[in-house]
């Protein structure tokens, strides 16, 4: 849908403005969602929401105001204003350069609903037959931003942002033992998008079943195979988050290492903004910024941080495009889009054949990370290696616990695109964001701490 006119109403109003920077977003966010539980329809609902959110920079100070109504345009300035004169100074923004940018195609439709609930049809049927299968729950969330963006820089921009998020609970049981597993798919919204839902499914009901059975998990340093789902969860959590700059200025185990040598030669880290089909890809950022790939680690050494156009005037550099807010009425903060870690060249075979006698750690319950680089990851489901090969052994995932330095310094072999998973997520820094998390398999030798349940 054109939204057009909006542009024209925000670029009047912004011509009230008197501050040194004004940024004036429009937003409006339509959400359709829908589960199957048991092949039956659940809960279902569509959500639309719309506001224009203002920040004006005064002096060398924020102030922000937002309201639901265009009309209100020249009373959110002013109030921003008035809110920046109220606070210290010494903020300054990196300018950008005058532009235009216009996006504009169709996004999800109730039709789209109806498509899924027949594709979640097929996969409830994939796995309804299969062995201690007791209950598949199949949700679908759509979501779609329409964005403009209009700045005293010069700038005008007018995005359109989709995305879908499928997951797939399914609960096994053998005799009174209970244990379920999600997976979950999606990315930017195409028909195709979420076409694998079945082998999704089949997935998931395949994990839950072994986990019935699975012993619990050895504790202490061992050598692992971690999948690229458990990777990319590393990647955000432990290197992504230190380098966003905010995080960064206030002290993180990144900070003041530019230019280092901080990690494995064969390690590069990568933000990307622009990916195609990537839950966390954007065109322009909540600043006007457009999206762009930042390499914060490239061959071992740190190459650079994610910015706003605060934290990017202060560094002395460009904005990278990671001012991001979840709704028109948040300020942006300094976040990450798709951050994942770059495949190398080992096919998964010879990751097992490096591991030799240990691991093979896959899916992932959670995690978080501190600034000084330790983290936690909960994994859901180990496989026992053997002499280079996978056997029929497994145990309940183990929580890994460690330091994300000494993890990727000693990284001993890292997978190739056929082991890459990119998974979509949302990050909760103080506020959501649409993010994806990625990483190939890697080896490695880690301290592990079991069991998780």
């Not at 925000?10 to 008197?18: A, M, V």
């Not at 963006?149 to 005799?175: C, H, M, Q, Y």
């Not at 990144?254 to 990537?278: A, F, H, M, N």
């Not at 889009?337 to 490096?354: I, K, R, V, Y």
């Amino acid at each position: 849908m054109d939204y057009g006119f909006i542009t024209d109403i925000l670029e009047k109003g912004i011509q009230e403005s008197r501050a040194d920077v004004c940024i004036l977003r429009w937003m409006r966010r339509e959400q359709l969602q829908a589960t199957l539980v048991d092949g039956n329809p659940g809960t279902s609902s569509q959500i639309v929401l719309s506001g224009i959110g203002c920040r004006s920079l005064i002096k060398g100070s924020w102030g922000f105001c937002s309201s639901t109504d265009t009309e209100d345009i020249p009373d959110i300035i002013l109030t921003s204003e008035k809110f920046a004169r109220y606070k210290p100074g010494g903020i300054s923004v990196r300018n950008i350069p005058e532009y235009t940018m216009k996006t504009h195609r169709g996004g999800p439709t109730l039709k789209a609903v109806d498509e899924f609930s027949e594709m979640a049809r097929e996969a409830h049927k994939t796995v309804k037959g299969l062995p201690h299968v007791v209950s598949c729950r199949i949700g679908i969330l759509m979501v779609t931003d329409y964005k403009t963006v209009v700045t005293t820089d010069g700038v005008s921009t007018e995005t359109f942002e989709p995305r879908i998020l499928g997951s797939i609970t399914v609960i096994a049981k053998s005799g009174s033992t209970l244990c379920h597993y999600t997976e979950v798919t999606g990315g930017e919204y195409e028909p195709t998008s979420i076409k694998e839902l079945p082998e999704t499914a089949e997935k998931a009901a395949e994990i839950a079943s072994v986990r019935l059975t699975a012993q619990s998990p050895p504790s202490g340093m061992g050598k692992v195979l971690l999948g690229g789902e458990v990777v990319g969860l590393l990647a955000h959590e432990a290197v992504g988050h230190a380098a966003e700059a905010d995080i960064a200025k206030r002290g993180s185990f990144l900070s003041k290492r530019l230019g280092e040598e901080i990690v494995s030669p064969s390690v590069s880290v990568i933000d990307d903004g622009t990916l195609k089909g990537c839950f966390g890809t954007i065109t322009v950022d909540d600043e006007g910024v457009p999206g762009g790939k930042t390499t914060i680690i490239k061959k071992g050494v740190l190459l650079g941080f994610l910015h706003s156009r605060e934290t990017a005037c202060e560094a002395g550099v460009d904005p990278t495009g990671n001012a991001r807010a979840w709704l028109y009425s948040r300020e942006p903060q300094v976040r990450m889009t798709n951050t994942f870690l770059a495949p190398g060249d080992a096919s998964f075979q010879e990751l097992l054949e490096d591991v030799g006698d240990g691991l093979y750690l896959k899916g992932m319950e959670g995690g978080n990370a501190n600034p000084d680089g330790t983290f936690m990851i909960i994994t859901t489901l180990a496989q026992k290696i053997e002499k280079g090969e996978l056997t029929n052994e497994y145990y309940r995932g183990p929580v890994i616990i460690g330091d994300a330095l000494k993890i990727f310094q000693g990284i001993e072999r890292i997978g190739d695109n056929n082991t890459f998973v990119m998974t979509p997520s949302l990050c909760g820094k103080g506020g959501s964001a649409f993010v994806g998390q990625g990483g190939p398999a890697i080896t490695a030798e880690l301290f592990m701490e079991g069991p998780n349940d």
